[in-house]
């Protein structure tokens, strides 16, 4: 069973920064497909990133598009730990930001939906005050 544990979150006024980490432990797996997704009240899901992983290393990252101009992702292959970078963050980004992974590969060409993850980490809140 994989473990997820998101950290980072907090309070933040518009235009600020945070770094949100997301670590993983306890299963390994030939190709991984990790993601950050966030979710504010009353809506849906909503994708922000995947990073493709092969033999423990990164084999790719994409942005979505909507996001690539202030967020930025990595991921440490040393610690298997993936990270989101956010920048001139704005009100409308307040929501529980949340890591998952499908131990499966996936292609950074294609978005995939919240149900082809297996394990999601518990999220962690990101507020942005104007």
Known sequence: ?????ESGGGSVHAGGSLRLSCASSGYTSTGTCMAWFRQAPGKEREGIS?????NGANRCTAVRDSFKDRFTVSRDSATNT???QMNNL???DTAM???ADALKYCSCGNEYPPDFFQFWGQGTQV???S
Do not use: D, F, G, R
């Open 127 to 129: 507020t942005v005050s």
């Open 50 to 54: 995947i990073t493709s992983t092969i």
């Open 82 to 84: 993936l990270s989101l």
């Open 97 to 99: 930001y949340y890591c």
């Open 90 to 92: 704005e009100v409308e």
């Open 1 to 5: 069973q994989e473990k997820l544990v």
